[in-house]
């Protein structure tokens, strides 16, 4: 599988950004999804989580009712909807694949992309 991240780039506080994430395979739609964000000098955290069949999403407390996880999966992509964007969002962010519902856990992604950078500017 391998992940291709778009979408990113520079917003004012306020602003709106949408994430995609691109897989290849014919399995994208047996996968969980979740995406993940490194801020410069911290670690990588968890951002939102969305179920193979899209029935479950998940979200970290700091982006919950502002961020929204999707997929489609005809178009083996999944999607970030940023709102409300704060300077502490501003951070590389990166999609991943799980064979299994996984939450949170950064260990139970198998694939990762390469990451797109978002910087919200204050």
């Known amino acids: 599988v391998q992940l291709v991240e778009s979408g990113g780039g520079l917003v004012q506080v306020g602003g709106s950004l949408r994430l995609s994430c691109a897989a290849s395979?014919?399995?994208?739609?047996?996968?969980?999804m979740g995406w993940f964000r490194q801020a410069p000098g911290k670690e990588r955290e968890f951002v939102a989580a969305i179920s193979a069949t899209a029935r479950t999403t998940y979200y970290a407390d700091s982006v919950k009712g502002r961020f929204t996880i999707s997929r489609d999966n005809a178009k083996n992509t999944v999607y970030l909807q940023m709102n409300s964007l704060k300077p502490e969002d501003t951070a590389v962010y990166y999609c991943a694949t799980s064979r299994v519902w996984s939450g949170s856990f950064q260990s139970s992604y198998e694939y990762w992309g390469q990451g797109t950078q978002v910087t919200v500017a204050s």
């Open positions: 395979g014919r399995t994208f739609s047996y996968y969980a």
